[in-house]
């Protein structure tokens, strides 16, 4: 006779034997109690969590006949009679599992749906099982919809899927879902127990407990596992098999490193790896087992009344709780943090076992050693450059009445008029004519008297006024945002007239307008004009020769030369000149408005730099 398998030898036949999902059994057991089935269930859940096993001992619930051929409907099938054996075995005809993964095709399921129009042959009812449902194509669950929504009342479907995301709302709002859960490395350990005690077969506490965490939430892959250590370690369930098996570190390594972190003592930690690296253990394996010893270390930390309750049987609860007091909580949850995110940087590494060093040694670089010293605080004048935020309200109010450190102290300012609060400290105002500042000029001199205010202490605010140009007067060289520097010239004052007019009627364009604009005349001789440019990719025959067709056009010069070199007088110069004195005039006439100098003084608001635009 050929070995079974754990897994399958195992398989649980009724709802009592199935382990860790006791919520769909608890459902299951009490909807066919009261006969209200539902048409079409659907089971999500990872690999290895009983979804074909429950879908099976549904089948048997609803097929099952009793030891006396005279049974029904039933939470509990006999297991015996001719529908459960077949189901068991796999051949009855009127359970049908359907594969997705191999058979996902809309011809595949029309075969199906082809069967549910004839009664079932040796059963109470058909069940169409669909394994992995979520792998068939959108015509494929486009053909079964029907169906599935009003099947006939012999037919059951069941599905199931590792990815219920992947399946559509149209399939979910037909069936009743439930969601199986993978199972706490505790309900895998006494599963273990039980089938290695049926058995016969002795087995290390601690292999199993390495077993079910290997698992990761499957009772399959548990048995799978177990099957491959008692090959492995020659019918014997040995901790030291089991691990070289899995390729684990040992806990006491992981014990070790911990302990070689909290004393900061870089050598053992060292060491500790290389001695990994000679047996072959697994670097991700490593660090597995360390988050788990931390994770025990934090809830101890946390709740040092856990300790009280620990295993008895667990030969580290004693070493934990040393760790746990030897090693701050932060560092616990710092080393933690690394760990979890250390085993996905393992395989960025040249080697795992040198990525291993580096992870474990990060957290000696970022271990405190000791406390620093509280930074002294900055100069006024210095703290002043660096606050760019004015002071609230209340500080401005708190600051008026304190003394300036030297010099007269000014007469006292009479309350104003209260205001309504701005709608934010940041203001956006619109821009007054003159007329208007005038205006509020003469309503704020009849309300109250001009007092000069020192604003020594309140440093952040500052109203800067400067005074504005005269008109006519000759503006002397400056700096532009052009980059240079304009030395306005008699020359330039035709030439930016020329070149503004043919621009505004359109006479050039493109490459022929910014020569134009970008370049300065410095001599005029008849109808001979000659212009200067400082870029010589500006200097271009067809820009020149249309620029000196639109002069001639507007009755200038019939001849033009252009060369390369210096331009200190161009129309682009002026043009930016001329938009800068623009932006500081409207500036100034909003800094020095009434209103938004009280403002300032009295709700600390302060103007968003770059918010003003000239009309």
Known sequence: MSYLVLARKYRPKTFAEMVGQEHVV??????????????????TGTRG?????VSRILAKSLNCQG??????????????????TAIDAGRFPDYTELDAASNRGVDEVQGLLEQAVYKPVQGRFKVFMIDEVHMLTNTAFNAMLKTLEEPPEYLKFVLATTDPQKVPVTVLSRCLQFNLRPMAPETVLAHLQ?????????????ALRLLARAARGSMRDALSLADQAIAFGGGRLEESAVRQMLGSADRSQALALVDALARGDGQAVVQTCEALRVHGLSAASTLEEMSAVLQRMAVLQ??????????????DAAELARLAAAMPADETQLLYSICLHGRAELGLAPDEYAGLVMVLLRLLAFKPTGSAPPAAPPPAAEAEKKSPEPPAPE??????PIPAASGPQPPSVPSPSPLPPPPSPALRLPVRTPEDLAAARTRSAAQEPEVPVDV????????PVRAAPEPGARTQPRATHEGGTLVPTPEGDLWHDTVQQLVAAGAVSALTRELALQSQLIGRDGGHWQIRVERESLNQPVARERLRAALEAAGHARQLTVEVGNVTDSPARRNAHAAEQRQRRAEEIVQEDPYVQQLVREFGARIVPGSIRPA
């Open 67 to 84: 030891p006396d051929g005279q049974g029904g409907i039933t939470a509990t099938p006999c297991g015996v009679c001719p529908a459960c």
């Open 26 to 43: 608890q459902a299951l057991v009490n909807a066919l109690t009261q006969q209200r089935l539902h048409h079409a269930y659907l089971f």
């Open 456 to 463: 020594a202490p309140a440093p952040t605010i500052a109203v």
């Open 395 to 400: 500080a401005l109010t708190a600051a008026a």
């Open 49 to 53: 969590v009983g979804k074909t096993t």
């Open 194 to 206: 039980q089938v290695l005690s049926l058995e016969g077969l002795a087995a290390e506490p601690q």
């Open 302 to 315: 946390a709740v040092p009344q856990e300790a009280a309750q620990a295993d008895p049987a667990d030969p």
